[in-house]
T-cell receptor
């Protein structure tokens, strides 16, 4: 079983839709959870960062972590064509190693 | 623009050859990470350097090596290249603020091994 599983999609939605992106993981030591956005032919950029369980909101983006289910989500409200990108979840354990483990990414297209 | 620079942007070479990828971290960042991104494996951590010293190792092949120089730029050396080494190679530098570490990725080097 892979440490982090992420549905690669592709996911295609109309402009204005609510998008839900998800990852599951198997390592209970993971404490830090991130979502990166990667535009085509660019490097990943950090979108959201959460520690342990709970929700975090930033504008149209909400990140949720459910450690009991080993499940994290990213919600995008009022999606825009500029949100079209690949979204990667990433996580790491607390203390010591800074090694990030990434999901394979979900390719999202928001159609105008 | 993340502030992390990588050269070259593209590299085409043949099997068996050796190449060097270069990364300059953001000003002041001491940590440099190297990642490989391929379609089937996703983004895989290769190796981390901190202030010139190797700090963590991931799925890095023995044919690959890296170093970080006193000016903090880093190089990733890939030798005896195989077709399967074709991928995007990213470096990232990081900063810790309030106990939270954030990695900033460069634009990547696209390597094609023919």
């Amino acid at each position: 079983q892979k440490e982090v599983e992420q549905d690669p999609g592709p996911l295609s939605v109309p402009e204005g839709a609510i998008v839900s992106l998800n990852c599951t993981y198997s390592n209970s030591a993971f404490q830090y959870f991130m979502w990166y956005r990667q535009y085509s032919r660019k490097g990943p950029e950090l979108l959201m960062y959460t520690y342990s369980s709970g929700n975090k909101e930033d504008g149209r983006f909400t990140a949720q972590v459910d450690k009991s289910s080993k499940y994290i989500s990213l919600f995008i409200r009022d999606s825009q064509p500029s949100d079209s990108a690949t979204y990667l979840c990433a996580m790491r354990a607390q203390g010591g190693s800074e090694k990030l483990v990434f999901g394979k990414g979900t390719k999202l297209t928001v159609n105008p | 623009d993340s502030g992390v620079t990588q050269t070259p942007k593209h590299l085409i070479t043949a099997t068996g050859q050796r190449v060097t990828l270069r990364c300059s971290p953001r000003s002041g960042d001491l940590s440099v990470y190297w990642y490989q991104q391929s379609l089937d494996q996703g983004l895989q951590f290769l190796i981390q350097y901190y202030n010139g010293e190797e700090r963590a190792k991931g799925n890095i092949l023995e044919r690959f090596s890296a170093q970080q120089f006193p000016d903090l730029h880093s190089e990733l050396n890939l030798s005896s290249l195989e077709l399967g080494d074709s991928a995007l190679y990213f470096c990232a530098s990081s900063v810790v603020t309030g106990g939270t570490e954030t990695q900033y990725f460069g634009p990547g080097t696209r390597l094609l091994v023919l």
